[in-house]
């Protein structure tokens, strides 16, 4: 009884960081869901446009620039890198994870060129969480605020435009890019817009990161897209994914849940090391779980290539 209460004890006073944390990372889980869900177009770009916006985030702020400032620029260098997987895929017909896993490559070395070495310090450069007049900056409270309000802005308007006729042909182009593009739809510019936005918000939660953290690394995206697709997983399996707005809350219901699980966890005793074999092995579940449940039996080889 006296470990049950110690756990919980220790769960509940890292609620509010933990929650400060998934407000974040579900920009990233946003950032999954666009291509994967919406555009048909399994991508990796988020593992490097998390930490390349946090790279240009961090370089920024050391150099005296806005931390708004900051952020715009890193969601501008997110879609520039997202656009170029889009384009690599399209214009020479690589595969999408192929083209992601290219990207992803490159932007390492990218990021390395941007901050000159492989970690930034930016203690002390003003963030845009200092910006709450109600809570002392740098808590959790601050960053709930600011992560939250941005969270809803951003869902809204996601809302509101793939409810307009672009957004419905950005759904098209990902529903049958055969059928889109007979009915006059610019496929092309469809995907392109779609993936770039989808890595803009990875990398803008970066660049909320390295504000909320203090500090830059080029390896801190490291496992961010398997924790994304854990957190993605279990949001749609808790609000559904039948509709736009279910699409779209989704991702931040999903992040909000996934880390504080994984705080329990940590919470109850499991080791650090273990939690991306668990994640992984959750992700498995989560994905074989529409098979298990239609009684299919293992498919033929050239059936399983096929898929």
Known sequence: ??????????????????LAQSLILAFVVLGIMIPFRMLNFPDLTSEGAFPLGG???????????????????????????????????????????LAGILMMTMLYSINLRIMGKSNLSVFGSPTVFDWVPFARPGF???????AGLLALIVFLALYMFFRTEKGTAVRAVGANPDMAEAQGINVWAATIGGVGLA????ASSGALMVQSQGFADVNMGLGILINGLAALMIGEAVVGKQTVWRQLLAPFAGAIIYYQLVSFCLAAGMPPPDLKLATGLFVLAMLALPSLKRGRGPAPAREAIRE
């Open 199 to 202: 890595s803009a918000f990875s």
């Open 140 to 146: 959790p409270a601050s960053k709930i605020v600011v």
């Open 55 to 97: 790279c240009v985030c961090g370089v920024l702020l050391a150099a005296g620039v806005s931390p708004l400032a900051a952020i715009v620029v890193a969601f501008a260098a997110g879609f520039a890198a997202g656009c170029c997987t889009a384009f690599i895929h399209l214009r020479f017909r690589i595969h999408t994870l």
């Open 1 to 18: 009884m006296g470990f049950v209460q110690e756990v919980l004890t220790s769960f509940v006073a890292i609620i509010p960081v933990t």
